[in-house]
Nanobody
């Protein structure tokens, strides 16, 4: 099992930036990909961005392309999400997740470890 701890959420005005961090511990060697998902009130959880651990392949949701950037530091077992040009519709609880699947997938069903979530609120 992999334990994930997110940090960096908060309140920001539209157009601002935030950086989220996700530190992994435990059986991190079994992780093949990590990613960020989000869930807004009354909506289903959706993928934001995924990154593979070894090669660094990425998948970005269309809604965040050009604004959000994922990066990783394998030595620290940490993944970062830099969010620029934030919009009110980005308001959600952001969850870090890890996948041991051999397939690079953006489906949340392929992720088997989840963090507790961090709130991001963007005011207009």
């Amino acid at each position: 099992q992999v334990q994930l701890v997110e940090s960096g959420g908060g309140l920001v005005q539209a157009g601002g930036s935030l950086r989220l961090s996700c530190a992994a511990s435990g059986r991190t060697s079994s992780t093949n990909a990590m990613g960020w998902f989000r869930q807004a009130p009354g909506k289903e959880r959706e993928v934001v961005v995924i990154i593979s651990r070894i090669i660094g392949n990425t998948y970005y949701a269309d809604s965040v392309k050009g604004r959000f950037t994922i990066s990783r530091d394998n030595a620290k077992n940490t993944v970062y999400l830099l969010m620029n040009s934030l919009k009110p519709e980005d308001t959600a609880v952001y969850y870090c997740a890890a996948s041991s699947s051999r397939y690079f997938s953006e489906s949340d069903s392929d992720f088997d470890s989840w963090g507790q979530g961090t709130q991001v609120t963007v005011s207009s």
